[in-house]
C-alpha cells in the first residue's frame, strides 16, 4: 500500500529525471551557402561576396564572367577561405584556375563600396523610369475621366518555389 508521501516523491523524481525534449527544425541544406564566419571576415574588410555563374551546360560562360569582371568581381583564392575547402573545389586548370567553385559557380568577391554604389544607380534610374511613365500617364488625364495611379511596386529577391496542386 502506498502512502501519499510515497506518491508525492514518485512525480517529483519523475519531473526530475525526464529530459527536456528539444524541438528540432530540418532545414534543406543550401548548396550556395557562406558560412557565416567566412561572412563576417570579409564584411569587415568592407568586401562583399558572390557566385558568379562560370559555365552552362559544361561550357565556359564567358560573358557573363567578363561582364562580372568588368564590373569590378574578383575570384576569391582558397587561401582566403580555408574554412570552406570541405565544401568546396578548387579549380586546377583552364581559365579559372585557383577559383573556389561549387558547381558551375565561382566565389568572388568585390569592394561594398562598389556594390553600393551599383545598386544605388540602378534604384535611380528604376525610380526615373517609373516618375516618366507615371508622368505620362498623368498628362493624358481628363476630366470627363480622371486617370488615378494606386499601383505600389514590390521587390523581391530569388525565384519563389511553385508547387502544383
Known amino acids: ?39 563576417a571576415r570579409f564584411d569587415s574588410e568592407d568586401m562583399s561576396l558572390r557566385w558568379i555563374r562560370i559555365s552552362v551546360k559544361g561550357q565556359d560562360d564567358i560573358t557573363n564572367v567578363g561582364k562580372n569582371q568588368q564590373q569590378g568581381w ?19 586548370d583552364g581559365r579559372y584556375q585557383g577559383a573556389v567553385c561549387r558547381g558551375d559557380v565561382a566565389l568572388a568577391k568585390k569592394p561594398t563600396a562598389k556594390v553600393r554604389a551599383r545598386q544605388k544607380f540602378y534604384e535611380k534610374k528604376s525610380s526615373d523610369m517609373m516618375d516618366a511613365v507615371n508622368a505620362q500617364l498623368m498628362k493624358s488625364s481628363d476630366s470627363r475621366m480622371p486617370i488615378s495611379n494606386s499601383s505600389k511596386s514590390v521587390t523581391t529577391r530569388g525565384r519563389q518555389p511553385s508547387f502544383q496542386d
Open 74 to 92: 574578383v575570384f576569391v583564392t582558397p587561401d582566403e577561405v580555408p574554412e570552406m575547402a570541405i565544401t568546396s573545389f578548387v579549380r586546377e
Open 1 to 39: 500500500m502506498t502512502t501519499r508521501n510515497e506518491i508525492r516523491s514518485n512525480t517529483n523524481r519523475e519531473a526530475k529525471t525526464r529530459e527536456v525534449e528539444e524541438e528540432y527544425v530540418f532545414e534543406e541544406p543550401d548548396a550556395l551557402s557562406i558560412p557565416d564566419s567566412v561572412q
